[in-house]
């Protein structure tokens, strides 16, 4: 399956950094039944970003449960060398991997090492890079990811100036290839972003940070209404 097929015009994602991780498969099944299709999953080297996140070994226990429901895992590698995990990452069940523009000499060729594993591909940027910059090198990716905030951590402030960056993002790359946003995206932000030009929109803390998370879900999407 490709991304055309994943995302219904928009889709809010939920980012996974922000589960609670003692109860991770009950809490993606409950987003996939309140109506989640593209879950994001953020892997953290500890040299790109600070920290180390997840990886692998926790994916292959979650993907069967989403690829059950026809869902996609958007994996975004903030990491060095991405093209070093491709091969795990799609042992894995990962049915994505976008890696950033800062991390590589030629995304192109890194984004045809993923293609070669049958990976759908995106290109992140920075807010310190330009969206001509990463525009510049996106021909052929499915998805080019406008961060809101300095990668490697959940529950940071949003970044305002992401809207005019996610705007000139829009006029530059072709109307099939997804924008997506992430970092500080919640119900106050959502429908502006996706009204800039967004329509993938990964939120963490505004679903995770919630006791009820069908709720906090709905409230996302009934917010880009
Ligand atoms: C952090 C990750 C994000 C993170 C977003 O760099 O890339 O996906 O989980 O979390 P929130 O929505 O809380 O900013
Ligand atoms: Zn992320």
């Known amino acids: 399956m490709a991304w055309r097929d994943w995302v219904r015009t928009v889709e809010i994602e939920p980012s996974l950094y922000a589960a609670d991780f ?52 958007d994996c975004h590698l903030m990491v060095e060398n991405p093209e070093r995990h491709f091969e795990a990452i799609r042992e894995a069940g990962g049915s994505s991997v976008t890696f950033h523009y800062e991390a590589c000499e030629d995304p192109q060729s890194v984004a045809a090492l993923a293609r070669e594993q049958g990976l759908q591909v995106g290109l992140a940027f920075n807010p310190e890079t330009s969206p001509e910059d990463a525009a510049g090198v996106a021909d052929g990716f499915d998805l080019v990811l406008c961060m809101s905030i300095h990668p490697g951590y959940s529950g940071q402030k949003f970044m305002p100036e992401a809207i005019p960056r996610i705007r000139e993002l829009r006029r530059l790359v072709p109307a099939g290839v997804f924008i997506q946003v992430d970092g500080g995206v919640g119900p106050e932000n959502v429908r502006e972003l996706y009204k800039s030009g967004a329509n993938l929109l990964v939120a963490g803390t505004s679903i995770f940070g919630r006791e009820d998370l069908p709720r906090s879900f709905r409230r996302l999407v009934q917010a880009l209404a």
């Open 22 to 73: 003692s109860r991770l498969g009950e809490q993606i099944e409950v987003l996939l039944r309140a109506g989640a299709r593209v879950f994001h999953f953020d892997v953290g080297d500890g040299h790109f970003v600070p920290p180390v996140t997840m990886g692998p070994i926790v994916l292959k226990w979650i993907a069967p449960m989403i690829r059950e429901h026809d869902g996609a895992i």
